[in-house]
């Protein structure tokens, strides 16, 4: 027998082992197979679509190399491999044919934007005369106008106090009249106190 008839003869009887490995993450599949030339023979590789007919050629790899990681798969779709060997004395005949696929990931959703817990009360003043808003529970300390954020649902009580020569006429916005105003909201809400100078008339009966 010789020695390029005893080659061909080893060739012919390389088999794939029908195992491909499967990594979710790097999308990959690798076929293996087992070399029976004794670490003569180099391999080319085939691939095909499982729902295809024809096998292309995918790469050759040298010898004494037995696998090969294919990194060019999609995601849910199923592939066929096959292997021949050759070297300088002739080519094998295909291997088995070994199929597999990359399970589909899914991507959840991104969460929902965050709810706002909170809701925002905005005091502004007006009128001739000067004064001070403050709140109970306190945050709320201001003469020309500040805000301030509260948790939802949270009863927020606005005192208007008028400085010396001053009087506080009356609430506009989210209150109204002149005694202490008690809001709860959910939303951003705006409350406007109005102080006026007092007349000399009235700054009188005050200093009386």
Same mark, same amino acid.
């Given at each position: ?30 076929? /293996?197979?087992?070399?029976? /030339?004794? $670490? ?43 292997? &021949? ?21 899914? #991507?959840?959703?991104?969460? %929902?934007? %965050? ?19 403050? /709140?109970?529970?306190? $945050? ?15 009863? #927020? ?34 409350? $406007? ?5 007092? /007349?000399?008339?009235?700054? &009188?009966?005050?200093?009386?």
């Amino acid at each position: 027998m010789s020695s390029r008839h005893c080659i061909t003869v080893i060739l012919g009887i390389l088999m794939l082992v029908a195992v491909l490995a499967v990594t979710d993450a790097s999308a990959q599949l690798t076929a /293996s197979w087992t070399d029976n /030339s004794s $670490g003569a023979a180099a391999f080319t590789i085939e691939r095909r679509l499982s729902s295809d007919a024809t096998y292309t050629s995918l790469t050759d790899v040298p010898t004494g190399v037995t696998a090969y990681v294919d990194g060019t798969v999609a995601q849910g779709v199923s592939y066929c491999y096959r292997v &021949k060997a050759y070297d300088a004395f002739g080519v094998s005949a295909y291997s088995n044919e070994a199929c597999g696929a990359v399970a589909a990931v899914s #991507v959840p959703p991104p969460p %929902p934007p %965050p709810t706002t817990s909170d809701y925002t009360i905005t005091i502004t003043t007006s009128g001739s005369g000067t004064g001070t808003v403050t /709140s109970s529970p306190a $945050g709320i300390s201001c003469g020309s106008g500040c805000a301030m954020s509260y948790a939802t649902g949270t009863l #927020v009580t606005l005192t208007a106090t008028a400085a010396s020569g001053s009087r506080f006429v009356g609430w506009s916005g989210g209150c109204s009249g002149t005694a202490p105003c008690t809001v709860v909201g959910n939303s951003a809400l705006t409350v $406007g106190a109005a102080f006026n100078v007092l /007349s000399r008339g009235q700054l &009188k009966r005050v200093q009386r």
